[in-house]
């Protein structure tokens, strides 16, 4: 195994580790239902199962739509970058980053809905303003290579901007 690989591998699993190891944590300390503040209301915990994708949507449907949207076609998507990760000499580092946070944040997920049919959520944020929907540190992974790879795309698209001119 290349170094690089080796660094991608350990991004993913630290990704997953973090996740589960909070999410085992919650189940284990907080009531389900409960909120524990945090910091003040700015930052709260709570238990929160949540058997559809984003923001609890698509918790309703049936559950063969459920298997395909919510396991087997993020399970291929999932499959198809980690392949990728592991074999493009061409992806930059702000991006294979990214996309490793994104696979680890959404095994984690998927390990979830496999495992226990939903996936725990436990982070609250209310700014008076805006406030988050209740989320977990995958979500946070997810969110986060999201960035990372917006980061690395408006870097490459000003380098490509400044060197055309």
Not at 2 to 9: A, D, M, P, T, V
Not at 102 to 128: H, K, P, W
Not at 138 to 151: E, F, N, Q, R, Y
Request: aromatic share 10%; glycine share 8%.
């Amino acid at each position: 195994m290349q170094k690089k690989q080796l660094y991608i591998l350990i991004l993913i699993l630290s990704n997953v580790f973090v996740d589960q190891f909070s999410k085992y944590l919650v189940r284990k300390e907080v009531i389900p239902g409960s909120q524990i503040e945090i910091l003040g209301e700015i930052l709260q915990l709570m238990n929160v199962e949540n058997s559809g994708a984003f923001l609890g949507m698509g918790s309703d449907s049936n559950p063969t739509v459920k298997l395909i949207f919510l396991l087997i076609i993020p399970a291929l998507v999932l499959t198809l970058v980690t392949y990728q990760l592991f074999t493009s000499k061409s992806i930059d580092r702000l991006t294979t980053i990214g996309l490793s946070c994104i696979v680890g944040g959404g095994l984690a997920n998927l390990y979830d809905r496999f495992l226990y049919g939903s996936v725990t959520d436990f982070l609250f944020m209310d700014f008076n303003i805006t406030r988050t929907g209740i989320f977990n540190t995958a979500d946070l992974s997810v969110t986060t290579g999201l960035i990372l790879i917006l980061l690395s795309s408006f870097k490459d698209w000003r380098k490509n901007s400044t060197n055309s001119n």
